[in-house]
């Protein structure tokens, strides 16, 4: 009997410490615990490092021509649609496609013997809109995806159709630097958040602060609102705005925290939403957190606040945009666009940014952060893009320095040295190993950025590695010959928490 009640136990314990260790593969994170002989064990969050060297351009996503090789993209946008340009592409799934968020998009001038330009915004004034979507079929890891867009039926039969955004059956002004932003689907259906609110829009040109303006170029402003929308159906590209996500005290100030944001779901059953000041503060901001339950998203009840840690170290969430506290600071802050994605290989919330702080340990372009938890703690900064060191300038982005010869040096603008920005993961597209007693965890990580002289959108891929050991013993007291509680609870935990 003494004996059926020891299988029994060992059972149950090995049952547990197995449902344990799951339980920190889905919430992430460090953890510690004792076995029933009082052996201390701790989950390490692993150290991701940036593979050097690895970062390349996949293709370019939008437009008739590659700007770099000359050759027809897969898209073809411009000869199909009737699209030369957009910038942005947040991305997330739905109806089994990828589904890609496109802002300001440049129309050719005429498509299929129509006049195409004259009838879209900002050629015609009256125009709200000047924004696509676009979805393509999933495609394998690092081939160019096709994009397919919703056509519109007239002034321009099949050219790409604007979405547009109304509240209350009153158009919401997406025109310059007000776009769709990101977008995830719950339930079927398609919610994404927008941002408008510029203030050069609303004829307040005045607002442009000194020095924003360069050569050649007019103010173009920044959004300093954000607004949810629900696609309604009928295979349209109409939305309808829900609720306003963020907004300042003051028309077109400051003060919002989620003007510019991505979202995706937690590990925990709720949907995350980080963000970042519009308007003059676009790109001088740390990053902030805010969450929903996914039977709310249509309402906002509910919508809680990251406003920082607790004493026992756990997250503390608190309603009221304005309890929201940074995740993080760089110095000087230059959080603007941010791409997140949960990395099951190496286990890991990854964050993407675009940052102009250069220093000789992070030189400037697309930094990389980690994290265990969406609200963190964070990593130090990697540069996984710099535009000089991973073949940008001079490639596929202007550089008004010397070129290596035969570089194509692309440009299709007069503004100056290229720019790039809004780098977002491509859903569904992260591939990697995962990781065994030998060999540590790797993963590729594919996501878009926009350009600017060109103007456009590519997809890059970098190379990730997680450090080893995820699971190291602090005690493993003397056992009992034959048996092996100990070792079999580093076992479990090093093949769940990863």
Known sequence: MSGFRGRVTLGIVMAVLAGAAMLLAVVGGASAGTDRHGARTAVVTPTITYVANSTQKVCQLVGQTDNETGEPTPSRTASRYGIAATDQGFSFMHDGRVWFLFGDSWPTTTF????????????????????????AAPSARGSCPVLDFVSESEPVPGAYANPSLTRNGVPVSLRINETPMAGIDVNGNVYATFTTGNPVDAGLAGNCPPGSVQPGQTCAGHPTESVMGVLEPGGTLQFKALYTLSAPSTPYGNGAKFVRNSIERGNDGYIYIWGAPGVWQAGESAPYLARLRPANIATGNGIEYFSGYLRNGRPNFDPGESNATPLFNDSPSCTSYMGQQWNPYVHQWIMIYNCADDTAAHPFGVWMRTAPNP?????????????????????????????PSGSPNPTNSDHGVGEYYAPFFIANWTTGTFATRTEAATSTLYYTLST?????????????????????????????????????KRHLAATFAL
């Not at 540069?383 to 000089?388: A, D, G, K, L, Q």
């Not at 456009?456 to 048996?483: E, F």
């Open 375 to 403: 609200w963190g703690p964070y990593s130090a900064p990697q540069t996984i893009f710099n535009p000089i060191r991973d073949h940008g300038y001079c490639y596929f982005i202007h550089s008004n320095g010397d070129c």
């Open 452 to 488: 600017w002289n060109p103007y456009g959108v590519v997809i890059l891929k970098s190379a990730i590695r997680a450090s080893l050991p995820i699971v190291t013993p602090r005690r493993c007291p003397a056992q009992k010959p034959g048996t092996s509680i100990c070792s079999r």
């Open 112 to 135: 299929q013997s129509h006049p195409n330009a004259s009838t879209r915004y900002p050629a015609d004034p009256s125009g709200f809109d000047n924004d696509s979507i676009a979805s």
